[in-house]
């Protein structure tokens, strides 16, 4: 789903967290359901297909003072 993304500055695929993902965020945020929050899955590196990975809400671009970026799955 193409959503504005504040890092990228331009509208990006984006996508819902994986459970992985939102264990992480909960974990990360001391909350008990992030289940609001998207990825952008934009592409920011073609050679090693380095995604921007930054999160925002249905609602606000901006979410946070500091962008925050979903870890890359090991």
Known sequence: ??????T??????????T???EAWL???LGRASVREFWMCEAELNT??????????????????ARPIRVPVPD
Do not use: S
């Open 8 to 17: 990228c500055d331009a509208d990006q695929p984006h996508r819902p967290l």
């Open 19 to 21: 459970r992985a993902e």
């Open 47 to 64: 050679e090693t297909k380095k995604q921007c990975r930054n999160l925002r809400t249905g609602m606000n671009k901006k979410p946070f």
């Open 26 to 28: 909960k974990e990360r």
């Open 1 to 6: 789903m193409p959503m504005y993304c504040f």
